[in-house]
């Protein structure tokens, strides 16, 4: 069964940082691409960053670009997303999400998503 599995969310300060865990099972992640999403209450889901299969092509909203780095290691079957600088409207239900196309274009699975608060 494929499943994805984020970790890492929590309550935090602004300006501090998280660091936040994607990692798949069922499947490995080599020949997919991995989206983080995030949906705050009563807003949409947003795309946040996108790494492809290849892991040298990655982008970012331009609210995160600066401020939140993502990663991906292929050995731990795990993608990251570094955030630093955290502000409270990064706060959001954050989620994973793999194509398996490969280059951030339609995604078919999804984690269960993991809660980041930032606030003082």
């Known amino acids: 069964q494929l499943q994805l599995v984020e970790s890492g969310g929590g309550l935090v300060q602004p300006g501090g940082s998280l660091r936040l865990s994607c990692a798949a099972s069922?499947?490995?992640?080599?020949?997919?691409?991995i989206g983080w999403f995030r949906q705050a209450p009563g807003k949409e889901r947003e795309g946040v960053s996108c790494?492809?299969?290849?892991?040298?092509?990655?982008n970012y909203a331009d609210s995160v670009k600066g401020r939140f780095t993502i990663s991906r290691d292929n050995a731990k079957n795990t993608v990251y997303l570094q955030m630093n600088s955290l502000k409270p409207e990064d706060t959001a239900v954050y989620y994973c999400?793999?194509?398996?196309?490969?280059?951030?274009?339609?995604?078919?699975?999804w984690g269960q998503g993991t809660q980041v608060t930032v606030s003082s």
């Open positions: 069922g499947f490995t992640l080599d020949y997919y691409a």
């Open positions: 999400a793999a194509d398996p196309r490969g280059w951030c274009s339609q995604f078919d699975y």
């Open positions: 790494i492809h299969s290849s892991g040298v092509t990655t």
